[in-house]
Structures are given as C-alpha cells and as structure tokens.
C-alpha cells in the first residue's frame, strides 16, 4: 500500500515559443510567485512556481490538441477567482455540479484545461 503525504508538484506543457507568455500569464493573471529551478538539470527551458504548498512547474513540448485530462487548485473564494479571471478574458467552463464544492474550468492560452474549485459544506 502507498500512504500519500500530500501532491508535491504539478506539471504542464506549453509550445516552445510561448513559454514567456506562460510565465506572464502564470505570474501576473493568476499570481503565482516564480521560484528558482535548477535549470541546469534539465535539457529544455521552463520555469517553476509556487501555488499554495506545492509547486506548478510550466515545461515545453509541441502542442497537441486539448484534452480532459486536467489539474485543479483548491482557491479560498471562487466566486473572486472566477471575477479575476473574467476581468482578464479568460474563459469560464462551466462543469457539472458536485456535492460539497463548487467548481469551474478554464483552458489557459496553451491548451491546458485547469479547474478551480471550493469546497463547502452543505
């Protein structure tokens, strides 16, 4: 059996030449603090940042098409979240309804689809 501690990093994709529009996109609409990485180790470009108590690591890769598969942060005020987002362009996805949270999705401008979410008590 493996006893999970918590997730440590999560990490997307992005076309070579839009990485610094990533970075923007990460760091100035969605607030994330940039972090060192150790570049050095590895044989693409790419960027590390921190979300709560793990980290989003942003990596280069051709693109090939949206896709469900996806990542979700837990935010405090998802109402807010989803106001920022809207002042910045960004498009909501609606999701279907799940007991005790309160969720929606976005494709950020690379392709790759991220849920926000709250969880409440009901």
Known sequence: MIEFTRANHIHICVPAER???????????????????PDHLFSSAGYWLN??????HIGVEP?????????????????????????SN???????RIPGRIRFA?????????ELLQIIDE
């Open 19 to 37: 990485l610094e529009e990533a970075k923007q996109f990460y760091t100035g609409i969605m607030g994330l603090q940039l972090i060192e990485r």
């Open 51 to 56: 979300i709560g108590d793990i980290q989003l």
């Open 63 to 87: 693109y090939h098409g949206q896709s469900i598969r996806h990542t979700a942060f837990e935010v405090k005020d998802i109402n807010e979240s989803r106001k920022h987002l809207e002042k």
């Open 90 to 96: 960004v498009q909501i996805l609606e999701e279907p």
């Open 106 to 114: 976005f494709i950020d401008p690379f392709g790759n689809r991220m």
